[in-house]
């Protein structure tokens, strides 16, 4: 999952895109307000984490010019700002949740996925489709009961697919979702990723739609 | 006497106790004039009726020798025996009234023949007028009790004071009805402050105050707009304060987390670097917050004359290895002693936090220049850097707590203009924000006033 962080403070910023790192995120970390609202703008993230107290433009700002530029992602407000009308006014503009610094990274990483997965409507941890669950917490998955090992960006290009269950993806676009800055992008990575994949699941987990791009269908329920 | 506690007791006392002195101070001359008056009267009526006497007793002597027998005359009236009369012919009693005694009411051989006087008949004290014949043969005497005088004094008296008494309580309850309309509006006031929640601030209004509690209400406002600034600024102060110890403590928290997961050896040394960077940066928001605290609380400024110079060389060159760490040219223009009054340990502080700016907001190989002056009136210090400066509103903002230039790229406390302007404060010293002119960046201005 690509998040997008914004946190002026060096350590504090540091540190929380190491630790996202290490639970399994693609971390893009920007230092100001408009480097922020620019990001967001122009790139897919799953998610993004915001301090308020930001140069340039404040939190608030780059929040409020986000939702009124009608970009959706699940906005996580990271701030040291406890009071009661802030956190208020903070959700009111647009943030779907708002954490209090200091955190427990497990538990950001915890508030990320819950706040990924309702975006996308689903109302469980594991995404399970076609016999095949994927538990985004544990960085896992299952197929018929059995566990199968897959490489990061093979369980990242995956969770990508499964989370958007019956669209198509565009080669860029799972690139999008699988490379954060500054990470070289083979020109043909994506189809050796998908190419793992079917070996490992099988062939019909993911469907190929010449010409767009590639998809996990939801099963259809027949009449 | 001590006048009552409340307002309306006191007001209360005071109008009946000066309406009750002022009828009292009437009442004396009244009395006095009434018993002069009455006096005038009964007397001029006692020297009447011996003038009658005299006449009467002269031409009856004249007429027949008495017959004698008859002394005593009819009493015809009911006051008849509150008066009294002595007829003496040739010495002897002629004639009296019945209860008149039958000594001379005055007695004779005192040189006492014609006019009033007051003695003691029996124990009752009578007004006495005498009067005597043409021939010097007749005397007569008239008296009265002086206490019927006082009857009289004293009926005419009660006639005036009744009124009066029955008049005191009535003006009592007007006068406390008047003053307890009178000071309604205390008492509204009363009730509103009673009534307001604690955190109320608001201005005070009350549309029936009186004008003589216009100044009392515009101070009570005047108080609770300073309070609401105060108590806005400590709200700021805490929010400030909770972000600024907040991200430390997040940082140091995440960075040890981040060690405590890493497998990768280089990364996690990296990871425990910052955590120990963190807490650097905690401890020194620690003693810049206790720095601050101290310095407010002023009075431990212990003031001694001491050479600005020398203490402004010292501490350069404490930090002057962390400008060459950058590649900073630091110079110093302080060879003049001047003197100032004040506290060593503040003063360097102070010289400290202004120099240590100038170095960590300057860019590497930014010039920083000290100067310490001495002009006629004052002593001047200056600390400027070839560093970015700041904007018109953050110079202005610079001393408020926890302010920042965001974006510096420096994990300051921001407190550090706090430090200076109050350790300025507690010197009587003057600090002034400009753009320097000989270098391109930021001037910081302290300014004494010299000793002679």
């Known amino acids: ?223 | 006497m001590t006048l009552p506690r409340s307002l309306q007791g006191r007001l209360l006392v005071l109008v009946l106790g000066t309406v009750t002195s002022v009828w009292l101070v009437i009442a004396v001359p009244t009395w006095f004039d009434a018993r002069h008056e009455l006096d005038e009267l009964l007397d001029g009526h006692l020297a009447q009726a011996a003038a009658l006497l005299v006449a009467q007793q002269t031409h009856e002597f004249e007429g027949d020798e008495h017959g004698g027998d008859d002394l005593d005359a009819p009493v015809l009236h009911r006051y008849a025996p509150k008066v009294a009369f002595q007829v003496f012919h040739e010495g002897r009693l002629a004639l009296r009234s019945a209860n008149a005694p039958a000594a001379p009411m005055v007695e004779l051989g005192r040189r006492f023949e014609t006019g009033f006087a007051t003695v003691q008949i029996d124990g009752v004290a009578w007004r006495v007028f005498a009067a005597r014949g043409a021939e010097r043969d007749v005397q007569v005497f008239v008296g009265e009790q002086t206490g019927s005088r006082a009857s009289i004094l004293w009926a005419v008296l009660r006639s005036t004071l009744w009124p009066m008494a029955v008049a005191l309580p009535l003006l009592a309850l007007a006068a406390w009805w008047a003053v307890r309309r009178g000071v309604a509006p205390l008492r509204s006031l009363g009730r509103t402050l009673a009534e307001r929640q604690p955190q109320a601030l608001a201005p005070v209004v009350l549309s029936d105050a009186p004008s003589e509690m216009a100044p009392m209400l515009a101070a009570l406002n005047g108080l609770f707009e300073r309070i609401a600034e105060l108590m806005a600024s400590e709200r700021r102060f805490t929010a400030d304060a909770a972000h600024e110890l907040r991200t430390p403590i997040a940082a140091i928290r995440t960075q040890a987390q981040v060690a405590l997961g890493e497998a990768d050896e280089a990364l996690r040394r990296h990871a425990l670097q910052a955590t120990l960077q963190g807490c650097d940066r905690a401890a020194r928001l620690v003693e810049q917050l206790l720095t601050l605290a101290r310095a407010e609380a002023g009075a431990t400024a212990a003031l001694a004359v001491l050479d600005l110079s020398a203490l402004v060389r010292q501490v350069v060159a404490e930090l002057a290895p962390q400008a060459l760490h950058k590649q900073q040219t630091i110079a110093v223009d302080a060879v003049q002693p001047c003197q100032v009054q004040g506290d060593a340990t503040l003063l360097a502080v102070l010289v400290r936090n202004l120099v240590d700016n100038a170095i960590r907001y300057s860019p590497p190989r930014a010039r920083v220049r000290v100067s310490v002056t001495r002009e006629t009136a004052h002593v001047l210090l200056r600390v400027e850097d070839s560093g970015p400066g700041m904007t018109e509103p953050d110079r202005q903002r610079i001393g408020e707590r926890f302010f920042r230039v965001l974006g510096s790229g420096q994990d300051g406390s921001g407190l550090g203009g706090s430090i200076v302007r109050r350790i300025a404060a507690v010197h009587q010293a003057s600090v002034r924000v400009l753009p320097s002119a000989d270098l391109g960046g930021l001037a910081v201005e302290v300014e004494w006033p010299a000793r002679s």
């Open chain 1, 1 to 223: 999952m690509r998040i997008l962080l914004a946190e002026d403070d060096t350590l504090l910023g540091d540190g929380l895109r190491a630790g996202l790192r290490q639970l399994g995120f693609l971390v893009d970390w920007v230092r100001d307000g408009e480097a922020a609202e620019r990001e967001l703008r122009a790139q897919p993230y799953a998610a993004a984490v915001l301090d308020l107290g930001l140069p340039l433009k404040d939190g608030m700002e780059v929040l409020a010019a986000v939702r009124q530029a009608g970009i959706a992602l699940p906005v996580l407000v990271l701030t040291a700002r406890d009071a009661v009308p802030d956190r208020i006014r903070g959700l009111d503009v647009g943030a779907d949740d708002y954490v209090v610094k200091p955190v427990d990274l497990h538990e950001l990483a915890a508030r990320l996925r819950a706040l990924v997965r309702r975006a996308h409507g689903q109302p469980q941890e594991c995404l399970t489709l076609q016999g095949v669950t994927l538990d985004p917490a544990a960085r896992s998955v299952q197929q018929a009961g059995a566990a199968v090992a897959l490489s990061a960006r093979e369980f990242d290009l995956l969770h990508a697919l499964m989370l958007n269950g019956g669209r198509v993806l565009s080669r860029e676009q799972l690139e999008q979702h699988l490379y954060s800055w500054g990470q070289e992008v083979e020109s043909n990575a994506i189809e050796v990723h998908i190419h793992h994949l079917r070996r490992k699941l099988g062939a019909a987990l993911i469907q190929t739609v010449r010409g767009v791009g590639y998809t996990v269908l939801r099963e259809l329920s027949r009449p």
